[in-house]
């Protein structure tokens, strides 16, 4: 079994090439990205980033997205391994939620052991090799080696390429109208739904499982590790995360890593913490997965106060434009991309938190809820109407700054079903008042106007410089609104002279 898990691991073959994916799921990518001083970006290495949108037999449909590190091996594995020990007959309708709870752990310990039993060979060479190694050329530097020395080095390398890496992951599996989430490490699920009185919910489910989650330091402190020092150090040879997919350093020789060198037991494990159960009876809404990286990003160039809201209005917003669920996952990506890459070259304060950023990966689901019909939404009067939400020119690094463009379809409340209060109204127009949406919380509140388009030309850069706001907080006027005035007051006569006095 082994061997054979070891061939589909070189070839191209894939144990789920004949399941059907979900055509209720959209997801949107983009590649890793450092910046120079003149604000292009350049790729570091390639994705390593991964995600699963099956549907399976008896109304059971699964959902994933992997964020790699030190190669795509393991999220590529994963992603593989997790849909045949899921989909392939192990669940079906008749299951209770400890069922369900059960298969899911136990498909996540087999994903970890059959990802190491395809590189045991690998490990043992890399092994064999060290001992050799050691005693013979001690002290002795590459170029001191004798020949056969230097082919065991070289070889030693290739070997540590082979077998490094880790993944993270968020599941989602949806059964009988129930969402079950199961997580490894610091990706995310949000939950989005509509009530019947216009509200949107936003629940995040669960937490990251990082050196900052007070549950996962406890649990290492009894295994004897230092959790402050875990803590104030932030990394776990190289990564946040406490949890992890492969990883053969922090899994077998963790006691040769001097942070976690007194744990009595494995400290970083694979066992996924399993959320649920979320009826997702009479739900109107959508899912959504993300990678660390896409997490990261948006955080980083307004802060995590509102990280959870501003990703739920972007992807409201272009749901309302898009009839593509493709379309609407890239464009989401895409805007947070060229968000970060603008607050760089600004040189503001969040700037110097934003000068590279990893793989980025979101996937949509919608529950019951509506695409744009032919691209474009449209308001009760019939006619289209741009909704910008904020600009802020506020330096602090504890606020934050949406920039977002909307056309809602309905007049609706955004609300943060955990922790933070936020609103997201639509403007009723009236004569002589153009419509806006306002981004609303309980830190702070900031309102402009910008253009709306489904293709995220909102942060479409202009030039090779950021405008730069005066003494107001303003930067020069950049958008044409001339035809928007002339439909508006084609439809508003009586309100007078809309547009620039």
């Given amino acids: 079994m082994a061997a054979q898990r070891r061939n589909l691991m070189q070839s191209h073959q894939s144990w789920t090439d004949d399941l059907p994916l979900c055509e209720m799921c959209g997801v949107g990518t983009a590649t890793n990205c450092v910046y120079g001083s003149d604000g292009k970006g350049s790729q570091i290495h390639p994705n390593e980033d991964g995600h699963l949108r099956f549907r399976g037999e008896d109304g059971c449909f699964l959902y994933g997205v992997f964020n790699g590190y030190d190669g795509s091996r393991v999220a590529s594995f994963a992603s593989q391994c997790l849909t045949a020990e899921l989909l392939l007959g192990q669940l079906n309708s008749s299951h209770s939620d400890s069922d369900v709870r059960r298969i899911l ?43 056969q020395g230097q082919k065991v080095q070289e070889r030693l390398k290739e070997l540590e390429l082979e077998v490094s890496g880790g993944a993270t992951a968020v599941v989602a599996l949806i059964l009988n109208d129930k969402l079950y989430i199961a997580s490894v490490g610091t990706n995310r699920a949000l939950l989005c739904k509509s009530s019947s009185d216009g509200q949107n919910q936003v629940l995040q489910i669960g937490r990251p499982h990082n050196t900052e989650n007070e549950e996962e330091l406890q ?57 649920g159960v979320q009826s997702l009876e009479n739900v109107t809404g959508f899912l959504l997965l993300m990678s660390e990286g896409l997490i990261n990003a948006l955080e980083s160039a307004h802060g995590p106060e509102q990280a959870n809201q501003e990703i739920v209005a972007m992807v409201a917003a272009e749901l309302a434009l898009q009839n593509s669920l493709e379309a609407v996952a890239q464009s989401v990506v895409e805007r947070i991309k060229r968000l970060h890459h603008d607050v760089y070259v600004s040189g503001r304060q969040r700037a110097t938190f934003c000068s590279r950023h990893e793989d980025m990966t979101l996937l949509i689901r919608t529950l019951d809820y509506p695409l744009a019909e032919g691209g474009t939404p449209t308001n009760p009067s019939g006619r289209i109407y741009p909704v910008s939400v904020p600009y802020s020119n506020s330096l602090s690094t504890s606020k934050t700054s949406v920039m977002l463009s909307l056309v809602m379809p309905s007049q609706n409340t955004l609300t943060n079903g955990t922790n933070t209060a936020s609103t997201l109204e639509e403007g009723t127009p009236t004569p002589g008042q153009s419509p806006t949406a306002t981004l609303q919380s309980t830190n702070t509140q900031t ?46 006569s009586e309100g007078g002279g809309l547009g620039p006095q």
């Fill in 447 to 492: 309102q402009s106007s910008s253009s709306s388009s489904g293709d995220g030309s909102l942060f479409r850069q202009r030039g090779s410089q950021a405008a730069q706001p005066d003494e107001t907080g303003r930067v020069p006027p950049y958008v044409d609104f001339t035809q928007f005035y002339r439909l508006w007051g084609s439809d508003h």
């Fill in 105 to 147: 752990t136990q498909a996540f310990d087999v994903v970890e052991k059959s990802y190491f039993e395809t590189i045991d060979d690998a490990l043992a060479e890399k092994a064999n090799l060290s001992n050799y190694l050691l005693p013979h050329n001690e002290n002795l530097s590459f170029h001191q080696l004798s020949a």
């Fill in 219 to 275: 649990r290492l402190a009894a295994l004897g590790v230092d959790s402050a020092r875990v803590r104030q150090t932030g990394l776990i040879s190289g990564q946040s995360s406490t949890r992890r997919l492969g990883d053969y350093r922090v899994k077998f020789n963790y006691n040769d890593i001097d942070l976690l060198s007194v744990a009595k037991g494995k400290p970083v494990i694979s066992e996924p913490e399993i959320h």
